[in-house]
């Protein structure tokens, strides 16, 4: 079975570029899960939908970011515009039950640098 | 939010050693879960302990779980250097969850 997709796995921009990240959850999953991964903060929970209703976004650092989940099989992460600071690893993650409890399966990630 | 807390931060041993880390909570919890993250990839689960379990094993991977202190340890017997990686815990409860800041294992061959 395939995983978490994710694309693109590298993404360099410039600042005040729009970036949008894209997640293919695993079939069958009925929770999806946007991290963002720096040394400095570490694994933070940006956002997590159940049944592709958006549950808690209070992770969600500010306006710019902006996350969809438009069909039980795709989700995207937009941040507009981009700064430096958003470089990071982000991480999406799906999960078979909704509630956010149960075990988490991850992507492999999409590195995102913003010059 | 309550948040997985992993100590030690590092961890450093030789191979065939064990490898203990630890994990602390604030709330009450339906589970806990523990994962590993190799460099630049995703997290890969491990192991999850349910609140009215006491100790589980998977291979060479021990947990306990201990509701009353809320902690929880993991034990990996005999390392290997491929057991090098950061191990995270998740604290699953009834509220927004997220993962602790991980404890980094480095296995000397």
């Known amino acids: 079975d395939a995983g978490v997709i994710q694309s693109p796995r590298h993404e360099v921009t410039e600042m005040g570029q729009e970036v949008t990240l894209r997640c293919k959850p695993i079939?069958?999953?009925?929770?999806l899960f946007w991290y963002r991964q720096t040394m400095m903060r570490g694994l933070e929970l940006l956002i997590y939908?159940?049944?592709?209703?958006?549950?808690?976004d209070s992770g969600m650092p500010e306006d710019r970011f902006s996350a969809k989940m438009p069909n039980a099989s795709f989700s995207t992460l937009k941040i507009q515009p981009s700064e430096p600071r958003d470089s990071a690893v982000y991480f999406c993650?799906?999960?078979?039950?909704?509630?956010?409890?149960?075990?988490?399966?991850f992507g492999p990630g999409t590195r995102l640098t913003v010059l | 939010s309550q948040q997985g807390e992993e100590d030690p931060q590092a961890l450093s041993i030789q191979e065939g050693e064990n490898a203990t880390m630890n994990c602390s909570y604030k709330t009450s919890i339906n589970n806990l879960q523990w994962y590993r993250q190799n460099s630049g990839r995703g997290l890969v689960h491990l192991i999850l302990i349910r609140s009215n379990e006491r100790e589980k094993h998977s291979g060479r991977l021990r947990v306990t779980l201990d509701t009353s202190k809320k902690s929880s340890s993991l034990l990996i017997t005999a390392s290997r250097a491929a057991d090098t990686a950061s191990y995270f815990c998740?604290?699953?409860?009834?509220?927004?969850?997220?993962f602790g800041t991980g404890t980094k294992l480095q296995v000397i061959p």
């Open positions: 998740r604290s699953g409860g009834y509220q927004k969850v997220t």
């Open positions: 939908f159940n049944n592709n209703v958006p549950i808690d």
């Open positions: 079939s069958g999953h009925n929770s």
């Open positions: 993650a799906s999960s078979p039950l909704a509630g956010g409890t149960d075990t988490q399966y």
